[in-house]
């Protein structure tokens, strides 16, 4: 039995981009996912993209969650900027710090995230169902493992609703820090991210940067299929799939799929699992 699942992509920038992603969200509605969340480019840059697909997608009949981060940001703006988004029928939002767009110094009056947490429950009461951020995989900024859970159990205590993980490929970190969160008397679910393998340059690059593990045997066997692309997709196909069917057993509340705005690799996910 699929666990209830949500799906994430990102605001296009042209309107060929937009015209797909409007594409895929119609196919991939066929799941019923209880929601779907938009990123939000760093300092807000992507923010009018953000909304227009948010908009879209409430006007779809589905229920839309928009990232919303807060570097850089005064408390002004984002009182502002959630007055708009309750207006547009927004009842769900990821909160997170953000990042600054290179050369900003960092400025504004929110530090971390559990700040704007915080903030939005002080302003807002229960206007919003609001997500967090956490990294089974330990953050790439953060100073220790235990500075890094300290951080996340600060968050869930400001207000958050639930939590959405960093993607990964090892079931045994996700496990470990669902445990190591309860005993610190964490008790909102922690959804793991799902990262669908489907071109491994792009993939190995991208989790280089965010400080998601690849583990070496999926590396290797990734690189062993130079530019094989069929050869590619059908082992991120088995990998993916045996990592959902790990999570759902083990007792994972939900899948959040990063569809990278394509349907086809999450519907295959979700048809093995079916």
Request: include cysteine; glycine fraction near 10%.
């Given at each position: 039995m699929m666990l209830p699942l949500s799906l994430e992509f990102f605001p296009p920038k042209t309107a060929e981009g937009s015209d797909k992603l409007r594409a895929a969200r119609k196919q991939l509605y066929a799941l019923k996912p209880d929601f779907c969340s938009v990123t939000y480019g760093a300092g807000g840059s992507t923010q009018a993209g953000t909304f227009t697909a948010v908009t879209e997608i409430l006007a779809e009949g589905v229920d839309a969650a928009s990232h919303f981060s807060c570097v850089g940001a005064t408390r002004a703006k984002v009182r502002d900027q959630l007055e708009v988004l309750?207006?547009?029928?927004?009842?769900?939002?990821?909160?997170?710090?953000?990042?600054?767009?290179?050369?900003?110094?960092?400025?504004?009056?929110?530090?971390?995230?559990?700040?704007?947490?915080?903030?939005?429950?002080?302003?807002?009461?229960?206007?919003?169902?609001?997500?967090?951020a956490c990294y089974p995989e330990i953050h790439p900024q953060a100073k220790s493992p235990d500075a890094d859970m300290k951080a996340f159990v600060t968050k869930v205590k400001a207000g958050a609703d639930s939590a959405i993980t960093q993607?990964?490929?090892?079931?045994?970190?996700?496990?470990?820090?669902?445990?190591?969160?309860?005993?610190?008397?964490?008790?909102?679910?922690?959804?793991?991210?799902?990262?669908?393998?489907?071109?491994?340059?792009?993939?190995?690059?991208?989790?280089?940067?965010?400080?998601?593990?690849?583990?070496?045997?999926?590396?290797?066997?990734?690189?062993?299929?130079?530019?094989?692309?069929?050869?590619?997709?059908?082992?991120?196909?088995?990998?993916?799939?045996?990592?959902?069917?790990?999570?759902?057993?083990?007792?994972?509340?939900?899948?959040?799929?990063?569809?990278?705005?394509q349907a086809g690799p999450t519907l295959a996910l979700c048809e093995r699992l079916a």
């Open positions: 309750r207006s547009m029928g927004v009842k769900r939002l990821v909160a997170l710090r953000g990042d600054l767009p290179s050369g900003y110094g960092i400025g504004g009056e929110f530090l971390y995230a559990s700040e704007l947490v915080e903030f939005i429950r002080a302003e807002t009461g229960d206007a919003f169902r609001i997500e967090v993607y990964f490929y090892s079931a045994d970190a996700y496990f470990r820090f669902v445990d190591e969160a309860r005993k610190l008397g964490v008790a909102v679910p922690i959804v793991p991210g799902i990262m669908p393998i489907t071109n491994s340059s792009q993939l190995l690059r991208f989790s280089d940067a965010c400080g998601a593990e690849v583990p070496r045997w999926i590396r290797l066997r990734l690189q062993s299929f130079g530019d094989d692309v069929k050869a590619i997709r059908a082992f991120g196909l088995d990998v993916v799939a045996a990592l959902c069917e790990q999570l759902q057993r083990g007792g994972a509340p939900g899948l959040h799929f990063y569809t990278m705005n």
